[in-house]
């Protein structure tokens, strides 16, 4: 596959029941634009939240990954990320009518089948990975997990799990790069021992689990009265259940020797889509579970993030060249100075763009606030990303001169570093889903040099003002008041 970005062609569904809930749910994989990565929607609840596919999410690893935000969690998402990193696939809407994915068959293959039937295409952008440059190691004492990343050109992962058991035994599993994925592990279901599933049906779990998706190895004798309740569990007669002591339940036939180290690696590919891009690098892997694998996840993100602002990406030139300019800003924008808080937008695209304020001692705000330091209040820093982002919002409609653009919401502000008299401050707002009904949710991040100075993320709608001959709309309340006084 090329180092282009990709999403699916068209949506594709699969329905099943989540394994620890026992619901019921629909998942449907939607296309979505460049640098948008992977986002749940939760499209059950009232206002369809969205979770994003972030390690920062995280909330429970407890037999499976749960992401929390927005007010909705969504279980059990590692067997899905890991198809959509196994197929090379950048940008997806996943949405679930209900709080877990469906464990389908314990694989991920029934998601694999389901992308390539919608179809995989190539979309305008680079790829974006996180190229690690220098060895880093994770370890949890208590749990015999070891983890290691070395720099590797490709996605190289290597897995070891040891439980002590006679049935499962030493076993190790590795692909080479992410194209391995679909033949090697995606077929690989998941497992677990029968003395851990009788203490999982104990705490009311694994209400939607099947004999068809999980593998339940055996390594302890087993009383007939415990054969006698599985049946009745898992509404099956007890003819239907066998166990040989030690062995694999109904003597399920595994698709490979060592499918349960592969499986491993499976929850490992899907557990790292959190860090929010494709990754280049070894990573090695023993005895991993799923806390240990966001715990990781956690120190690779905040590499890249380190990595990032070193390589000093939106690092201002002053030679770039100017895509729009400040006389078609103010006739794209009602603001005017000293309001009006952008001097030029250097890029431009369906789905992003960047400004530029130069920060300069002559500023009116500088009068008042902290005159003997002068620092631009972080209010105004937000106002100019608002102004950045509203120029995006505009240029997605023909005549953006009869529309104005409103805020409607800023979450998660940080205000990271002062921004001083001198500052080339530049804006980089992007879009966080597809525009639906006029709406745009954007993810701001202000930059000076290679430092973040502000992040924010905001709900903008643009509403046509005036019609196609420049005279103004008149407002249903307005007309009202008009029918009132008559």
Known sequence: MSEKQHTIKNSVSLTGKGLHTGIEASITFKPAPVNHWFKFKRVDLPGEPVIDADVDNVTETERGTTLFQNGAKIATTEHVLAALVGLEIDNCIIEV??????????????????????????QDA????FELKENLTYEDAKGHIEML???????RLTVMVDYNSEVLGTQHATIYKASEFKNEVAACRTFVFLHELEMLLKHNLIKGGDFDNAIVLVDKAVSENTMEHLAKV?????????????GILNNTKLNFYNEPARHKLLDMVGDLALVGMPIKAHILAA???????VAFAKKLKEAAKKDKLKKGVMRFNPNAPTIIGITEIMNLLPHRPPFLLIDKILELSSTHVVGVKNVTMNEDFFRGHFPGN?????????EAMAQTGGILALKTVPDPENYLTFFMKIDNVRFRNPVVPGDSLVFHCELMEPVRRGIFQMKGTAYVGDKVVTEAEMMAQIVKVKDSNGTPIEK?????EKVKQN
Request: proline share 13%; charged share 25%.
């Open 374 to 382: 002068p620092i631009m209040p972080g209010v105004l820093q937000i």
């Open 287 to 293: 005895r991993p579970g799923h806390s240990g694998n």
């Open 234 to 246: 898992f509404n099956k007669k007890r003819s239907e259940i066998e166990v040989k002591y030690p």
């Open 126 to 129: 680079p790829r974006v990975f």
């Open 476 to 480: 249903k309340s307005d007309k009202i």
């Open 149 to 155: 990343a070395v720099p590797q050109e490709t996605f």
């Open 97 to 122: 009518s209900g709080p877990e994915v469906p464990i389908m068959n314990g694989s991920s293959m029934p998601f694999i089948e389901a992308l390539e039937k919608a179809g995989i295409v190539e």
